[in-house]
């Protein structure tokens, strides 16, 4: 006998072996197409019902930025949706603790998915329960989709629906507690720069006391004055006492002037910051344009018994076959 042993079947000959064993493998796989029917009914395996939310992230962060800005200079449109930068963001934000913890308290999840608190590992099997049931996505059209499966329909699309509303909530807060931080800044240097403002108006009323309102202006005049009477005049000596006086405070009156208008113009930019962050803080809009609400399914998602039953009997069948094969050459071997 040869060492190398060779299967030396052909097609005709696995055919007409499986006619020979027709009845035995008949019976192999009804037996298997009915065993596999059985164990995935629903007496052996719970169905679940699959429920669906889609949905565009907005591409806008600050409210203020995107209402209260020039068009040329706007970054953000607050219709715009489908970037994919944002629906990456989206996805991080959805997997993220924050929320994923907000989920199991709003929706009782240890209680909904019977998670032994007492056991060795209960925030283990609650990780695996949620990735085995709550999945996120994105689609090719750069939406998101949060996908849900549940013993129950409606519980399944009240927790799509509601992981929906919660990455609203969270992605709000994130950006409130931003804007309440970037609020604070501002407002403290709006209101440092109102007081440097008001400091240099109360120089410039003290100077108007001492009747020095517009320096230039009542210097000229004067000067038009003096050329019209005799120097040596009382008119003349009075209106050079004015115009000494004026000198004295003319360095004074022009550093006042110039700076308080450079202020008022930093105050007038600081003040559309502010107006911008204040309406950061106040003011909320919808973080996303939804496409697709859930719905409770009528038909179950899972366990797809027709697919089960067709891959178990399929692989009954060949395998079977295989053994057959292996048994005939055997015999033929020895």
Partial sequence: MNKNKEFDFNFIDIVSLAWKHRKH???ITLSAAILSAIFSSPLFITPKYESEVVFYPTTINSIGNAMFTDLTQRQADPLAFGEEEEAENALQLLNSSALQQRIVKNFDLIKHYNIDTDGGSPQTDLA?????NIKFARTRHLAVSITVLDEEPEKAAEIANGIASIYDSVKTEIQRQVSLEALTIIEDEFKGKEKEVWELRQGLQALGKKGITNY??????IAEELYKVNANSVTGKRLQAVQDKLAQYAGEF?????????????LSKLRKRYDKAKVDVEKTLPQKFILTSAS????????????????????VAFFSLVVLVVMEQFKKEK
């Fill in 25 to 27: 493998l008949l019976i």
């Fill in 128 to 132: 695996r329960k949620m990735k085995s």
């Fill in 216 to 221: 230039e202006e009542q210097s000229r005049a």
């Fill in 254 to 266: 022009t550093y006042l002037n110039e700076t308080l208008i450079l202020e008022l113009e930093s």
């Fill in 296 to 315: 409770a399914a009528e038909k179950k998602s899972y366990p797809i018994r027709s697919l089960i039953v067709l891959l178990v009997t399929g692989a």
